[in-house]
């Protein structure tokens, strides 16, 4: 199996170190990021990274016992890319220096570097209009830089915005490049990553025959389950894995009875019809129903489901007899070991739809092929592995399903009038062309029945709330901003096409404060 280069991230703690891996992989580099803690000698050693970025971090370096990297990642002899703190810390460590934060030399936002002194090849396409916009945060700043270095940029908050040794191949900036407030900030990092040696060998097609080769070695002639949830994740995994070992795999999809109008059916005839992958479908929708009626509270709900989750699918898995290990589509942003400077116990908003402690309970192991992976990766694996288009560009659907857009009691006759209003509202956003702008839309029915009038008649129907967010990730959303033409056209047709619902409103919530589930 070929060995990729590979450049190591060193994370001190920067709210954007994620963002810096995403660029270079959208380079075809493959890289890691690594607490600044686990990077002793050893590690060095035996990652034996072609290059080195050090990412921002909220420190200052003038604080005794503040982070640092090995000393012995100057002596590699490989390039070095440090970033905000990252360049303080290069400064400092090669016998520049630091000066604390003042309100005069802070920079907080947009502002503009300069060209100073002579280029470099680091500097190849950067300065096209002579100055460059960029994003600063910093406190700090550097008053000195460490001998060997050259000044090749400037801002007025950052005299040595960008500064480099080029003998050592050493590079250092106070801004942001990996943010998208810094338009050119690719240029860098394609500059870095081609003074480093990469060839960009880093593609879908070489993960994909990588990959099939690891799981082949990790699992032997042993058996494996898939639980199956209809997502891109676990669809691509199950994909992939049935390549490697073809019919030792079994996957299990348990239908709890809220998932979406068709989508039972859609996953079953994918998976074995199109596959041929063994599958289990197991119908369980109504235990999980029985088991919800009469609840409301959202956490009862969420609760009362992820536990005959679990236990729903142990029953199953027991079915396939013998299998060791258990296949989960984590994704590298779950692996990430972030540094985490806030402390302090974080509030539980929701309880969120999770099977992590099953394998331990099963005594399984487990396969993870996506772990190295993002989101968008994953789906040009899907599309490499010849998944559908219109499946791997699905929206996010939460484990929970639709128990968690159906506010208060749950009944069957909800659900069916939400499936509906929700087939009508995602044919409407398709038909308009903007599914793939948002990161995901659905229906949210309401506990309120209000007063209508359709053609004569006096109606006493469900109202419904239409949701649609624009989102990087999840954590933070906007919600998208419809025409009033379009909103005015699916109120209609879903009101005109689904008994039981007289009332449509838009929800205009953004996240935070909202959430972008209804509960
Ligand atoms: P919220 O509502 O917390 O949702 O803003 C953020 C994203 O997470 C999804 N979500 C879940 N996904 N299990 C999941 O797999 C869950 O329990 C769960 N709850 C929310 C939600 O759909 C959105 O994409």
């Known amino acids: 199996m070929t060995q990729h280069d590979r450049l190591l991230i060193i994370d001190f703690g920067s709210q954007v170190t994620q963002l810096i891996a995403r660029r270079l992989r959208e380079l075809n580099v493959y890289c890691e990021i690594h607490p600044y803690q686990a990077v002793t000698d050893a590690f060095l050693a035996d990652f034996a990274p072609r290059a080195v970025i050090f990412s921002g971090g909220p420190d200052s370096v003038m604080r005794e016992g503040s982070p640092r990297p090995p000393r012995a990642v100057y002596d590699l002899g490989v390039p070095i890319l440090g970033i905000c703190y990252g360049q303080q810390v290069m400064m400092q460590d090669l016998g520049g220096r630091v000066e604390a934060g003042e309100h005069a030399t802070a920079e907080f936002g ?11 090849d680091f500097l190849f ?7 460059e916009q960029v994003w600063m945060s910093h406190g700090d700043h550097v008053a000195e830089i460490a001998p060997g270095f050259q000044v090749l940029g400037t801002s007025p908050g950052a005299p040595f915005a960008i500064t480099a040794d080029p003998a ?16 050119n900030g690719r240029t860098l990092y394609e500059n870095f990553v081609r003074l480093a040696g990469f060839t960009g060998d880093w593609t879908m097609g070489a993960y994909r025959e990588e990959a099939i080769a690891k799981i082949r070695a990790q699992v032997g002639d042993a058996k494996v389950i898939c639980g199956l949830s209809g997502g891109v994740d676990s669809s691509v995994a199950a994909v992939l894995i049935h390549e490697a070992i073809g019919d030792q795999l079994t996957c299990v999809f348990v239908d709890h009875g809220l998932l979406r109008q068709n989508e039972a059916q859609e996953v079953v ?27 409301s509270d959202p956490e009862v709900k969420r609760k009362t489901i992820g536990k005959l989750f679990i236990d729903v699918f142990q029953k199953h898995a027991a079915e396939v007899g013998g299998a060791e290990f258990l296949a989960q589509g984590t994704l590298y942003p779950d692996v990430i070991e972030s540094v985490s400077f806030s402390g302090g116990p974080s509030v539980t908003i929701k309880s969120h739809h999770n099977v992590g402690g099953l394998p331990e309970k099963m005594g399984l192991k487990l396969v993870e092929p996506l772990r190295e992976l993002f989101k968008d990766e994953v789906r040009a694996l899907g599309h490499e592995l010849g ?37 009508v509202y995602i044919d409407q956003i398709r038909k308009h062309g903007l599914y793939d702008e948002i990161w995901q839309a ?52 879903i009101i005109n096409e689904v008994k039981g619902i007289n009332r449509v409103t838009y929800d205009i919530t953004s996240k935070p404060p909202g959430t972008i589930e209804w509960e």
């Open 110 to 120: 947009r502002a503009y570097v300069e060209q100073a002194g002579e280029g470099d």
């Open 125 to 131: 396409g950067w300065f096209l209009e002579g100055r």
């Open 168 to 183: 050592r191949r050493f590079y250092a900036v106070q801004f942001h490049p990996e943010v998208h407030h810094t338009p």
């Open 269 to 295: 005839s994918m998976f074995r019809d199109h596959y041929n992958i063994p599958l289990i479908h197991a119908d369980e929708s109504e235990l999980f129903l029985g088991a919800l009626e009469g609840v």
């Open 387 to 423: 998944l559908p288009a219109s499946f791997i560009g699905r929206h996010p659907f939460p484990g929970p399903g639709l128990a968690i857009r159906c506010p208060g009691e749950i009944t069957r006759e909800k659900l069916e009038i939400l499936r509906k209003a929700d087939a």
């Open 442 to 493: 659905f229906v949210a029915i309401l506990p309120v029945r209000t007063v209508g009038v359709m053609g004569d008649g006096r109606t006493y129907d469900y109202a419904c709330a239409l949701r649609a967010v624009t989102s990087v990730d999840g954590m933070t959303a906007d919600y998208y901003p419809f025409t009033h033409e379009f909103l005015g056209e699916t109120a209609t047709r």
